[in-house]
Every structure is written in C-alpha cells, then in structure tokens.
C-alpha cells in the first residue's frame, strides 16, 4: 500500500539546470498537489490538479511547470532552477469529497 | 500570499500541560483541517471541521470551527512526548488546500 510515492527523495541542482520531480498515488484519487516548504513559510501552494487533463496555480507558481500525465502522476518541472527554489518540495492527493489529502515523504532540492 | 495567520509560531512547554494553537483567516473556508508534520515526514491529518460552531475530539486533541468560519482553535490536553512537531491549519475551499505557517511544539524534559 504505497500510497503517494515521491522521486527523487533528495536534489542538488546547479543553478539555471532543469529537472522534473515525479510523484504517484494509487489511491485513484482525483486531485493532486504540489507544495513547497520552507523554514518559517509553512506549506505553499505551487499548483493543483483537480482532475485529469486539469491544472491550476496555487500560492507560488511562479518559475514551475506541471504535466498531469494521468490520473495517478502529476510531475513539477523546474526549467532553470534558482537558488530560492531551494526546498522540500511535497506531493499530496485527494478524493473528490473527502478532505483528508495524503502527502509523500518530499523530495530535499538544493540548488547552488 | 498565504492567507491563514497561525499563532504561536513555537511553543515550549512540560510534559503534562495543555496546549493551545489558533489560526485566523482574511476569508471564509467552509473546512477547516488540522495536520501534523513530524521530522522527515509529510503531514497527516489529526481533525476535520466542516461547519461553523463545530467542536471535534480525537483522543486528547479537540478543534474547534468558529462561528464566523475565518478562524479555528486546536487544543492538545495533557502532552506528552510523541507530540513533539509542526501543527499546521489549512482551510480548503474550491479543492484547494492552503495552508497556515505552522506551530512547532516543543516538549521540556
């Protein structure tokens, strides 16, 4: 029972390289997000997928993209990261009417 | 910017006592969440509250959804170590989920 599974678990990125984080669920879950959290900041909202073939901006969407590849995948891709893209980045999902979202274990990214 | 102000930012307390966290909102949720964050995990949630006035328990924890629907209160009755972490607030609305910047509770020895 896998729940939400994150990749990578850990990042160092050189500043301006590109990269995507990939995260599944197999809960058959509609919705998914993707936060990012930072010492005093909280969790961000960067963007979200209500369903399949749907995205929208969160909080901080600024310098991301997302593909929902299917209704288990919804990957971030930092084209050109920058040193303030330095962070834990996680995955969540949910079922439509539920509130409960359950999140991966993050993935730790460093850009230098 | 985020839209839940969350307060204290830590706490330190000893084990035995009582805790109490608040979150405000600028605008209306119409459900309020409760979530825990330990090191090196992602958050799980401890309580859900989906109407105004509503008070839930769970073990020693209970929350409560105020009357106005901008704000929430958690409450942690006799702490004890395993408490140890972040307590974040989120409200959902429109199948977003924000969040508040946290609580970190420490426990004294």
């Known amino acids: 029972n896998a729940g939400v599974t994150q990749t990578p678990k850990f990042q160092v990125l050189k500043t301006g390289q590109s990269m995507t984080l990939q995260c599944a669920q197999d809960?058959?879950?509609?919705?998914m997000y993707w936060y990012r959290q930072d010492p005093g900041m909280g969790l961000r909202l960067i963007y979200y997928?209500?369903?399949?073939?749907?995205?929208d901006k969160g909080e901080v969407p600024n310098g991301y993209n997302v593909s929902r590849l299917n209704k288990r995948e919804f990957s971030l891709r930092l084209e050109s990261a920058a040193p303030s893209q330095t962070s834990v980045y996680f995955c969540?999902?949910?079922?439509?009417?539920?509130?409960?979202?359950?999140f991966g274990q993050g993935t730790r990214l460093t850009v230098v | 910017g985020q839209q839940l102000n969350q307060s204290p930012q830590s706490m330190f307390i000893q084990e035995g006592e009582d805790v109490s966290m608040n979150c405000t909102s600028s605008?209306?949720?119409?459900?309020w969440l409760w979530y825990k964050q330990d090191p090196g995990e992602g958050p799980v949630l401890l309580i859900a509250?989906?109407?105004?006035?509503e008070l839930t328990s769970n073990g020693r924890l209970t929350a409560q959804f105020g009357t106005t629907r901008k704000d929430s209160f958690l409450n942690i009755s006799a702490s004890i170590p395993s408490d140890v972490g972040i307590y974040f607030c989120?409200?959902?609305?429109?199948?977003?989920?924000?969040f508040g910047k946290g609580t970190r509770l420490h426990i004294l020895p």
């Open positions: 509250l989906y109407k105004a006035g």
């Open positions: 969540a999902s949910r079922k439509r009417g539920n509130t409960e979202a359950f």
């Open positions: 809960m058959n879950h509609n919705s």
């Open positions: 997928s209500a369903s399949e073939g749907t995205t």
């Open positions: 605008s209306i949720f119409n459900t």
């Open positions: 989120a409200g959902l609305r429109d199948d977003k989920i924000i």
